[in-house]
């Protein structure tokens, strides 16, 4: 598809993220994310309905963006290509427990950790979820961009994806 095409072409840089609710921690790779606003500042994260990450989030109120460098290469793996359905992906990083008890990965110095101000589903397969930032950290490094993961395979196929409650 031509769409599919032209967006590929682009070196967007890949994030993780993260939340936590009702004891539960969650966390994939991100491919669609952008600033959506400037004054107040908000972010929108995109989260596919087929993630373990999605059913977390739909209730979760803090949520943690992860901008990976270019050596985090192994955390897009574990994060993008494993489902927390069958591997809890936290046993097998370094990460500690941020506002709201969402976790945030210990080495991924660009970050930052928002709080839910909107969960948007227009009936495609992700949801948007709308971030005030309240806790920021810049590392300034060189970011993990799209091409650097367009190899891998996600956890979960996008015809697995699940209606908000």
């Known amino acids: 598809m031509a769409f599919d ?37 908000a972010y929108a994260v995109w989260l596919s309905k087929a993630n373990h990450t999605f059913r977390v989030g739909v209730l979760a ?9 270019a050596t985090d290469r192994d955390l897009a793996v574990l994060f993008g290509t494993t489902s927390g359905d069958d591997l809890d992906a936290f ?15 210990a080495r991924v110095a660009d970050r930052f950790v928002g ?9 495609v397969d992700h949801v948007a979820v709308v971030l005030d930032p309240v806790e920021v950290h810049v590392g300034g490094g ?10 891998l395979h996600a956890g979960h196929d996008t015809t697995e994806r699940q209606r908000p409650q």
């Open 61 to 69: 109120d803090t949520f943690a963006v992860h901008f990976l460098a």
């Open 5 to 41: 095409e032209l967006m590929g072409r682009g070196d967007h840089p890949m994030v993780v993220v993260t939340t936590a609710a009702g004891g539960v921690r969650a966390g994939c790779l991100v491919g669609f994310h952008a600033q959506c606003g400037i004054d107040p500042p």
């Open 91 to 105: 046993e097998h990083c370094d990460w500690e427990e941020g506002p709201d008890g969402v976790p945030v990965l």
């Open 115 to 123: 709080h839910r101000t909107a969960l948007v589903d227009v009936g």
């Open 142 to 151: 060189a970011l993990l961009g799209f091409h650097d993961v367009s190899d």
